[in-house]
């Protein structure tokens, strides 16, 4: 989960201890061959610093089940508040069964190195048609008004569940929230809580969808056991 501003994530997660060390140091994670602070590596091709959650084949990594295990072992001594976990379990009542639900998250194309909109929209709706009869209901999170607004019409829309979003934006408007020039600071506390909220929900699932990610890398990370696929749309995208 991205932490930005400490004085906004500690509203949500109790300040018990330096999570840097508490995650590197405390759990061993330095066995792993990257930077921890950051995330990042620099691209073989050119001098870009690519976040590891964002390349394709960091999710079919050999190590990436172990990877899974400790991260989860570090994020289970975070303490989040309690206001949280109301939200969160207020939403699954009305989500319902969510142990057979499938958890889709869908970024604008704007955090993807080269993809038309239109092109993996219709791969994504393409494939989620094809999962229908296998989860009773699927979750969709995204900040995308037009993903919204595609999915509404389509075959599938009697099993959607919208998770409702505070700060949604265009795909074509640059809109994406830390790019948002009238960001302020009730905007970015809502981002950081809707995101914890939907991580929590979406780790609840049986399984998860979507492309590369933070946000999907963090899910495997709460649940090292929740099933998950990239959509084959985005199998060979790299993030941004």
């Not at 691209?43 to 295990?69: A, V």
């Not at 699954?92 to 889709?104: D, F, K, T």
């Not at 993996?120 to 048609?129: A, P, S, T, Y």
Request: aromatic share 14%; proline share 2%.
């Amino acid at each position: 989960m991205p932490i930005l501003k400490p004085n906004y994530s500690t509203q949500i997660i109790t300040p018990s201890h330096h999570i840097t060390e508490n995650f590197i140091l405390k759990y061993n994670l330095s066995q792993y061959s990257y930077h921890y602070n950051n995330f990042r590596k620099k691209s073989k091709n050119n001098d870009t610093k690519i976040y590891l959650w964002c390349s394709p084949k960091f999710y079919y990594n050999n190590n990436l089940q172990k990877m899974r295990n400790d991260f989860n072992i570090a994020f289970n001594t975070l303490k989040i508040k309690d206001f949280i976990f109301k939200k969160v379990n207020s939403e699954i009542n009305l989500i319902g069964n969510i142990n057979s639900a499938l958890a889709v998250f869908i970024r604008s194309t704007q955090h993807y190195s080269n993809i038309n909109f239109n092109i993996m929209m219709n791969g994504i709706i393409k494939e989620l048609i094809s999962l229908l009869e296998k989860y009773e209901k699927i979750i969709i999170f995204t900040q995308v008004i037009e993903v919204v607004d595609l999915l509404k019409k389509t075959e599938i829309q009697h099993k959607l569940y919208f998770k409702n979003q505070n700060n949604m934006y265009s795909n074509y408007n640059n809109g994406d929230w830390f790019k948002n020039k009238n960001m302020n600071e009730v905007f970015i506390k809502q981002e950081f809580e809707d995101c914890l909220i939907d991580l929590l929900i979406a780790s609840r699932c049986k399984c998860v969808m979507g492309g590369v990610s933070n946000m999907m890398f963090t899910v495997l990370i709460m649940n090292p056991n929740i099933e998950f696929k990239l959509f084959d749309v985005l199998q060979n995208i790299n993030g941004l």
